[in-house]
């Protein structure tokens, strides 16, 4: 991996997070003609337990999709870990690092963007951490790590890594707009909508930007 490919790879474990951590990124990229592919650990599921599982999987995907064409995204794929039980899933398919590896390998990304460590909410967030770093260590990639958080606010173990402050300000409609694309989950996005708003104007706020996203870079 030695020559750039001008791609960006994002690894997430729910439908939605790549675009509350770095949807204004990847309009941005795209939008200077990188290509952006997302990797999404799971389909989100157990989000309404209610409905036919085929059926709010089919939602989750078209919602991702249709996210995914408004900041310029090139792909978007689906691993199939079960929702709300990744540890389980984990156990029972030790090959998704496989996985994870082989698809690293064929997107040849410059930068990948994933969870933080931190981020632990959510532990799903903290497992596909793990299982993104494990991968890219297993095949020494060469390119840049870069981890966003979802809900937490706060960086712990990484606090003192290096900062990738992207200026989003052109941009930050299309984050919303994109954001506005997962109907399923109009009361998590009633609740975080706010937090987006706030987290992106206080990134900028010492950067002299409108709007910003910020990253820990690992490596």
């Keep these: ?72 995204t090139e792909s978007t794929e689906f691993i199939g870990v079960w929702d709300g039980a990744f540890k389980k899933y984990v156990q029972k398919n030790p090959d998704i690092v496989k ?48 981890t966003f958080n979802i809900w937490n606010p706060l960086t712990i173990r990484k606090r003192d890594s290096p900062k990738l402050i992207v200026d989003i300000t052109n941009t930050f409609t299309k984050k919303v707009d994109a954001l506005k694309c997962f109907k399923s989950q109009k009361v998590a996005l009633v609740q975080l909508t706010p937090v987006v708003y706030i987290r992106a104007f206080m990134n900028g706020l010492n950067k002299g930007f409108r709007f910003a996203e910020e990253f820990s870079r690992i490596k």
Aim: glycine content about 8%.
């Design 1 to 72: 991996m030695a020559e750039k490919s001008g791609k960006i790879l994002i690894i997430c474990a729910h439908p939605d997070d790549e675009i509350i951590g770095c949807g204004g990124t990847i309009a941005k990229f795209t939008n200077e003609g990188k290509k952006v592919h997302t990797l999404i650990f799971s389909f989100g599921e157990s989000s309404h337990p209610w409905l036919q599982e085929d059926k709010i999987k089919g939602i989750r995907i078209k919602e991702s999709e249709s996210a995914g064409k408004i900041v310029g």
């Design 99 to 146: 996985k994870i590896k082989a698809y690293i390998k064929k997107i040849n990304p410059d930068k990948i963007f994933t969870h933080s460590f931190d981020d632990v909410i959510y532990y799903d967030h903290k497992i596909t951490h793990n299982i993104v770093m494990q991968a890219i260590e297993e095949i020494k990639f060469t390119g840049e790590i870069y």
